[in-house]
């Protein structure tokens, strides 16, 4: 949940987890809308940022054609790790960022496996193929 105005500690949820059992976690979320609140946070789910600040915001669209729609704000570069969850690995992943629009194919590559497991300590967010993306 994203309480505007609070930080990574301190949100009024503490009383909510028994209302979130029926909920499954999803991944790999086909949108994602990440609004930096400090330095400390530098992943979000398939979206990292090597020096996150306060005032950073990611917005990130992955739809079913293998179009990646991004519109960032104060972010100079950022990490999309993708894998087969999200794309169609036969065709090409068009990447549109404001007026600029990329075409990358699917390479997926085991060392980047390796390292996403390692860094995310989770199988189910680990992704095999990383595209950097300057807007």
């Not at 909920?23 to 930096?36: G, I, K, N, S, V």
């Not at 690995?89 to 590559?109: H, L, S």
């Not at 497991?117 to 967010?125: F, K, R, S, T, W």
Request: hydrophobic fraction near 35%; aromatic fraction near 8%.
């Amino acid at each position: 949940m994203f309480k505007k105005g609070y930080g990574h500690g301190g949100l009024p949820d503490r009383d909510m987890i028994a209302s979130m059992y029926d909920f499954e976690r999803q991944a790999t979320p086909r949108e994602l809308d990440w609004e930096m609140t400090d330095s400390v946070v530098d992943h979000f789910f398939w979206l990292s940022v090597k020096e996150p600040a306060r005032g950073q915001r990611i917005e990130a669209r992955m739809d079913e054609n293998n179009n990646l729609h991004i519109n960032s704000e104060k972010v100079s570069n950022f990490t999309v790790h993708l894998d087969r969850r999200l794309i169609d690995a036969a065709k090409p992943i068009t990447i549109q960022t404001g007026d600029r629009k990329q075409e990358v194919e699917y390479r997926p590559d085991i060392e980047t496996l390796c390292r996403s497991v390692a860094e995310m300590g989770d199988i189910n967010l680990a992704t095999d193929f990383e595209v950097q993306i300057q807007p």
